[in-house]
T-cell receptor, first 107, second 113 residues
Framework: KNEVEQSPQNLTAQEGEFITINCSYS?????LHWLQQHPGGGIVSLFM???GKKKHGRLIATINIQEKHSSLHITASHPRDSAVYIC?????????FGEGTQLTVNP | DTEVTQTPKHLVMGMTNKKSLKCEQH?????MYWYKQKAKKPPELMFV???????INESVPSRFSPECPNSSLLNLHLHALQPEDSALYLC????????????FGQGTRLTVV
């Protein structure tokens, strides 16, 4: 079993839809990262959170440390949101990545 | 400046060539990382430098040789690579200690022919 599991693996939505991507982890952590990667591109850090909820524009990330679960929500999705979304948890110097969720938002 | 800059963006090299990838950051981060990423897979950790010293080598073949000449610069020297080494190579940096955000570069797309 991977330490970090994401669902779904692939997600297709129509422009304007509300999107949810889930991340579950099996190890105790003090923080979790949500990352975004566009095709062929580098990785952008969206959020690092250790409790509760964070919001940036149309993106919202929540975490429940007791349940070892985090969600990334996108409101009013847009085709430019199409990317791979990755959750990652720190382990010492390392980051353990989930397999990523490929999001495609169609116009 | 919150950027991690990687050069070159693309590199094609033969199996007998020697080349280097470069990564630079000016955020004062003292932890720097090299990752390898194959298509549709998450990044795989290769090396970690902490305070310019190699702290983690994830059993990477010796044809990959990292170097951290100063706190802002990280190099990855490549020699005698194989076609299966073709991948996106990502550099990242973080402040050391505690829960800190990681910053990634745009990557170098390497093709070994």
């Amino acid at each position: 079993k991977n330490e970090v599991e994401q669902s779904p693996q692939n997600l297709t939505a129509q422009e304007g839809e509300f999107i949810t991507i889930n991340c579950s982890y099996s190890v105790g952590i003090s923080a979790l990262h949500w990352l975004q990667q566009h095709p062929g591109g580098g990785i952008v850090s969206l959020f690092m959170l250790s409790s509760g909820k964070k919001k940036h524009g149309r993106l919202i990330a929540t975490i429940n440390i007791q349940e070892k679960h985090s969600s990334l929500h996108i409101t009013a999705s847009h085709p430019r949101d199409s990317a791979v979304y990755i959750c990652a948890v720190p382990s010492g110097s390392r980051l353990t990545f989930g397999e990523g969720t490929q999001l495609t938002v169609n116009p | 400046d919150t950027e991690v800059t990687q050069t070159p963006k693309h590199l094609v090299m033969g199996m007998t060539n020697k080349k280097s990838l470069k990564c630079e950051q000016h955020m004062g981060h003292r932890a720097m990382y090299w990752y390898k990423q194959k298509a549709k897979k998450p990044p795989e950790l290769m090396f970690v430098y902490s305070y310019e010293k190699l702290s983690i080598n994830e059993s990477v073949p010796s044809r990959f040789s990292p170097e951290c000449p100063n706190s802002s610069l990280l190099n990855l020297h490549l020699h005698a690579l194989q076609p299966e080494d073709s991948a996106l190579y990502l550099c990242a940096s973080r402040p050391t200690g505690g829960n800190t955000e990681a910053f990634f570069g745009q990557g170098t797309r390497l093709t070994v022919v």
